[in-house]
């Protein structure tokens, strides 16, 4: 930000990122996407304040997002992801960060007293828009990182997935795709599971996934599947709702079933991967007890639960450390 201190211009980085979400949040990428206008002309189209938009609009020019030509900004190649118009659109990730902010602004207060004292749920169906966000953003992480994932699973023996807070599909349609004789049940909201239903239909593999709405902290799972997976839901936990959720998956998985545990696996130092340590925080701030959690904290819990031979199979620093454990 040219402060002229290197550690400034690091915690300063925190001006942009707003700039960008609020932008996010108003969608001003996707109206200059569809045409480009004087700050003057979008203020009006969407009821904002000229003076706000033309400073805000200048800074995404600074950033190379827009490009300002005689007072006209108009979306760029660097921006273009920004659209929700872009095929690869990263809009709801941005705008789940948002949502996040509000959290993360209570930090230093959940540091006195150890939970955050205004805590803004991001998950949930009693926000619809905040639950899209969520949903949106798992897509925008998921999309590349599952194809990964399921080309590095030998799942070959098994023919039944139970997808458990599935979201919209995005895991259960690569695996499926690398899996072609399995099918599938994803377990989530009613709302998210609209989502899923959108998303899937028309897709080769419509026919192959089937869908069942309930809440995994109150609800009992759908029996009878070989493969249970947990994608990116441990973290927000604490080891109580583990040790209840891992029981109710022993009950409902076949015998000789298996459960994937896709998240964050940190080193016994908790320093290691660096993005775990940091996700952390967003669970201090963002969950009643969430945290990221050590392969010895998680094999044990599934030890309780009644799982046996829980190991570690994939490590990584993007939350694609994979668990493996059995249901004798």
Same mark, same amino acid.
Request: glycine share 10%.
């Given at each position: ?104 602004? &209570?930090?230093?207060?959940? #540091?006195? !007293?150890?939970?955050?004292? %205004? =805590? @803004? $749920? ?5 926000? +619809? *828009? ?109 080891? &109580?709702?583990?040790?209840? #959720?891992? !029981?109710?998956?022993?009950? %409902? =998985? @076949? $015998? ?5 545990? +896709? *998240? ?65």
């Amino acid at each position: 930000m040219g402060f002229g201190n290197e550690l400034i211009d690091e915690v300063a980085e925190f001006m942009q990122a707003r700039i960008m979400l609020s932008a996010a949040d108003l969608d001003l990428c996707t109206e200059l996407d569809r045409s480009p206008r004087t700050a003057g002309q979008l203020a009006a189209d969407l009821g904002l304040d000229e003076r706000a938009t033309t400073r805000v609009l200048d800074c995404l020019a600074v950033t190379g997002i827009l490009a300002k030509e005689t007072g006209r900004y108009r979306l760029t190649e660097r921006g273009a992801p920004l659209s929700s118009l872009h095929p690869e659109s990263v809009l709801p990730m941005l705008r789940h960060m948002s949502c996040m902010w509000a959290n993360w602004s &209570q930090l230093t207060e959940t #540091l006195r !007293r150890g939970a955050n004292p %205004a =805590l @803004a $749920p991001v998950i949930g169906e009693k926000d +619809r *828009d905040v639950m899209l966000a969520f949903i949106g953003a798992m897509h925008v992480i998921g999309r590349g990182l599952s194809r990964q994932i399921a080309g590095e699973l030998d799942l070959s023996g098994c023919r039944a997935l139970l997808d458990i807070g599935g979201g919209s599909g995005t895991y259960t349609m690569a695996f499926l795709e690398r899996n072609p004789d399995m099918r599938a049940v994803i377990f989530d909201f009613p709302g998210v599971l609209e989502l899923a239903r959108e998303r899937i239909a028309g897709t080769p593999f419509a026919g192959r996934v089937s869908f069942s709405s309930g809440d995994f902290y109150r609800d009992e799972l759908p029996a009878g599947c070989d493969l249970a997976l947990l994608s990116a839901i441990i973290h927000q936990n604490s080891p &109580q709702e583990h040790t209840d #959720l891992f !029981r109710k998956i022993h009950r %409902a =998985l @076949a $015998p000789g079933g298996r459960l994937l545990i +896709r *998240d964050h696996i940190m080193d016994d130092e908790r320093t290691s991967p660096p993005a775990g340590a940091f996700f952390a925080i967003n669970m201090l701030v963002a969950t009643p007890g969430g945290n990221t959690y050590t392969l010895a904290e998680v094999q044990a819990m599934l030890e309780n639960a009644g799982f046996a031979n829980a190991q570690l199979i994939k490590s990584g620093g993007r939350m694609d450390c994979i668990v493996q454990a059995d249901k004798p």
